[in-house]
């Protein structure tokens, strides 16, 4: 019983904490929201967190890889197209978990900046297939290594331990939605 009682009292601490927390980045006093309590609270919270975080991290992704010439999406799609041959634009929109539309655009601005290109389907003409190019291959290459090294440093301060745990909460989180995600649901 007082290990439930202490438990209790620590996530009270922690939402207390993350609400002040997050009423401050947002720029929200307590009183401000005058909303009566509706939900889990503390899951509200984390997702509120989850959602900072993603957003904060993103952004700082995001300016690193500028100044290489690239976005995520942009080095994500480079990234899947490397060492491949052609692949089918589905097949892109599937591992990018993007709509077919969105890919599309993406890879019409690749193809305009010489970093990829279309080729018909030899055996179906309805399908187009998307190759990097030579210049696409030199970007990603020189790209690759300082960007995974990035990534260690916006991750390290978790230890291994710690991450580890995050990966398996996120992927608990998240594997409900996936097969609905993918459907389009």
């Not at 634009?89 to 601005?109: C, E, G, P, Y």
């Not at 193809?111 to 696409?136: A, F, N, S, W, Y």
């Amino acid at each position: 019983m007082k290990k439930i009682e202490k438990d209790s009292a620590a996530n009270v601490l922690a939402t207390e904490r993350s609400a002040a927390k997050l009423n401050q980045l947002r720029g929200l006093d307590a009183d401000e929201l005058g909303q009566p309590a509706i939900g889990n609270r503390l899951a509200v919270l984390a997702f509120v967190h989850i959602n900072h975080a993603f957003d904060i991290i993103v952004k700082t992704v995001e300016r690193d890889l500028a100044t290489r010439g690239l976005s995520v999406a942009r080095y994500a799609i480079l990234r899947m197209l490397s060492g491949r041959p052609p692949v089918p634009l589905s097949w892109l929109a599937d591992k990018h978990f993007s709509q077919r539309s969105n890919i599309t655009a993406m890879v019409d601005r690749l193809v305009r900046d010489k970093m990829v290109e279309r080729q018909p389907d030899p055996v179906d003409r309805r399908v187009i297939r998307v190759k990097l190019t030579d210049k696409g291959a030199e970007l990603i290459e020189a790209a690759r290594v300082p960007h995974l090294e990035f990534l260690g440093q916006i991750m390290s301060p978790l230890n291994d331990d710690e991450l580890g745990t995050l990966i398996k909460l996120l992927e608990k989180l998240s594997a409900p939605y996936e097969d609905a995600d993918r459907a389009g649901a």
